[in-house]
């Protein structure tokens, strides 16, 4: 290791004296907000103000961050792999191939031991197993097939729910020892979008077994005549359903902080506007909450009218502000940390997968970023994590993968999809000096 790479030690000590800073302004500034009377739990404007900006080479490494070797499987050195590959990562964290799967997206981990995998391009959720505790899948099973463009699942006792273009259905999972049983449609109805661009379905759940789906949009700005598109919504157990929040034009990823049981979602935001306007939603979501699509988006400056939409909010009135990161990043998935298998001061973190974007003239994106938090959960800052999925500048077209859902998996690695490489990665802390 050269004398300009950190250490492990030291790259994690140093973003842990610049979190702590951040936390002592922030702390600063929310008791001066407080005695004004008008204080609320939402980001800052400096943390809305200052995306992460990506760094896809042609230029040098993101700062702090060091070229690796994938490791990959001799088995799986086909496509993509059947060459070298390497990815910028903090230094002591690995990548390597966890398991081959064509277009793999939404991940999520049973407790059996099994990673479900949403195919919804083949209607199918399928399942990946490390049976032997190498790092490895070896073992994969079809789990449902014949769905209409299955994407968020989520495993609650003894129970599989997984969102359909127009349903969530309900299965008695059999942990994992034989197909699935169905068990019914708790929620029905939904927006019927096929299963094109826009219209995967996330899933959450809370700890009071309320489901929480989005409904993308059908354009990249437009007054849609189905006023769900573009909305997150609540639906009890039972079924009965009522809008959450508003204007957020597509939302790919929800889940929930596991410390505050705040919802945040991963939102793709509209194009056409510039390199670096508006910012993409990675944000913790409020109840009643309005983000501004299509109406109104948000620029430094503040809040600018969408002139390419009339009527709605032409003053931009009654909008609430959001944590954003850089402008066409095309954020697909976010993840917290609750293990202890990285270092502690990264554990309190949430992670975001940038797919890429094309509408940029420099591209960005096709990267994971670590979110930082304070100790309410709401965001601070953001930092490269990995990247080096694009090396080139003309966007998709230079990208050899591209990430789409990440989880952090039993073993406290984090688990990232890539639908365009066919991989699932593991991203694991490896090394402590």
């Excluded at 002592?24 to 407080?34: I, K, R, Y």
């Excluded at 034009?249 to 390199?275: K, M």
């Excluded at 709605?312 to 402008?327: S, W």
């Amino acid at each position: 290791m050269s004398q300009a790479t950190p250490s492990p030690r030291a790259w994690f000590a140093r973003r842990a004296t610049i979190t702590v800073g951040v936390m002592v302004l922030l702390g600063l500034a929310t008791a001066l907000v407080f005695r004004l009377g008008s204080w609320q739990a939402k980001p800052t404007e400096a943390a809305l103000n200052q995306p992460s900006i990506g760094a896809n080479r042609a230029s040098p490494l993101p700062a702090g961050l060091v070229e690796t070797a994938i490791m990959v499987p001799e088995a799986m050195r086909v496509g993509v792999f059947t060459q070298p590959r390497t990815l910028d990562v903090p230094p002591g964290v690995s990548v390597s191939v966890f398991a081959r799967v064509d277009r793999p997206r939404a991940l999520t981990w049973a407790p059996w031991g099994e990673w479900l995998v949403s195919l919804p391009g083949s209607g199918e959720v399928i399942g990946v197993r490390d049976t032997d505790s190498d790092g490895v899948a070896d073992a994969t099973r079809a789990v449902l097939s014949n769905l209409r463009c299955p994407y968020g699942t989520v495993v609650r006792g003894d129970d599989l729910f997984v969102a359909q273009s127009t349903t969530i259905a309900q299965f008695a999972h059999m942990n994992g020892d034989a197909r699935p049983v169905a068990r019914g449609t708790p929620v029905s109805g939904l927006p019927d979008s096929g299963c094109g661009a826009h219209h995967f379905r996330p899933l959450a759940i809370d700890s009071d077994g309320n489901f929480f789906v989005a409904f993308g949009s059908s354009c990249n700005v437009c007054v849609e005549a189905d006023t769900r598109r573009g909305t997150i919504w609540r639906y009890t157990p039972d079924g009965d359903g009522v809008e959450f929040a508003r204007g957020l034009r597509n939302v790919v990823d929800l889940t929930i902080d596991p410390v505050t049981g705040q919802l945040w979602a991963a939102t793709n935001e509209r194009d056409n506007l510039g390199d670096d306007i508006p910012p993409e939603p990675v944000t913790p979501v409020e109840a009643g909450a309005n983000y501004g699509w299509p109406y109104c988006y948000w620029t430094p400056s503040g809040w600018r009218p969408d002139t390419r939409v009339s009527g709605g909010n032409p003053t931009c009135r009654d909008l609430t502000r959001y944590h954003g990161e850089q402008a066409h990043s095309a954020p697909l998935g976010v993840a917290f940390l609750t293990g202890n298998a990285f270092p502690e001061t990264v554990r309190r973190s949430a992670f975001a997968a940038f797919h890429g974007s094309w509408n940029r003239s420099v591209q960005t994106g096709f990267k994971i970023v670590r979110i930082a938090l304070d100790a309410s959960g709401a965001p601070t800052g953001t930092e490269d994590f990995v990247t080096g999925w694009n090396r080139g500048t003309r966007g998709p077209g230079d990208a050899w993968g591209r990430p789409v859902d990440i989880q952090e998996g039993p073993d406290g690695a984090l688990y990232v999809t890539d639908d365009v490489a066919g991989a699932i990665y593991r991203v694991a802390w490896t090394s402590a000096s």
